[in-house]
């Protein structure tokens, strides 16, 4: 995917709405004025950053969570440590997490 991104071939955003219908994970558009630092440092800044995620959002017990890749069962456990609120997974693409990394943590 990132080689025909890189080519001009297909855009990053259309990469990962195949990834999100294929993996059955919601894709979500973030700017870090659409999160709160509170939530966003919700995490450990070392772990978020560590694992590609960026806390949204917290809603009726769950963690909303940015990420870029399908999340793996060892990163659920990973992030179980630190939350005992249920992980919900949205899909951004990498340039949008990357902003939210820099922006918020």
Same mark, same amino acid.
């Given at each position: 995917?990132?080689?025909?991104?890189?080519?001009?071939?297909?855009?990053?955003? %259309?990469?990962?709405?195949?990834?999100?219908?294929?993996?059955? $994970?919601?894709?979500?558009?973030?700017?870090?004025? %659409?999160?709160?630092?509170?939530?966003?440092?919700? +995490?450990?800044? %070392?772990?978020?950053? $560590?694992?590609?995620?960026?806390? #949204?959002?917290?809603?009726?017990?769950?963690?909303? $969570?940015?990420?870029?890749?399908?999340? *793996?069962?060892?990163?659920?456990?990973?992030?179980?440590?630190? *939350?005992? $609120? /249920? &992980?919900? #997974?949205? +899909?951004?693409?990498?340039? %949008?997490? /990357?902003? &939210?990394?820099?922006?918020? &943590?």
């Amino acid at each position: 995917g990132e080689h025909l991104v890189r080519t001009g071939i297909v855009r990053e955003h %259309d990469i990962y709405e195949a990834l999100c219908l294929q993996h059955g $994970l919601p894709r979500k558009q973030l700017s870090s004025f %659409d999160v709160p630092v509170s939530v966003a440092r919700s +995490l450990p800044a %070392d772990v978020a950053r $560590l694992c590609r995620v960026v806390p #949204f959002r917290v809603e009726f017990a769950s963690l909303f $969570l940015a990420c870029t890749d399908v999340p *793996t069962e060892q990163l659920r456990a990973r992030l179980r440590q630190y *939350t005992t $609120l /249920d &992980l919900r #997974f949205h +899909l951004v693409t990498p340039s %949008d997490l /990357d902003h &939210l990394i820099s922006e918020l &943590l």
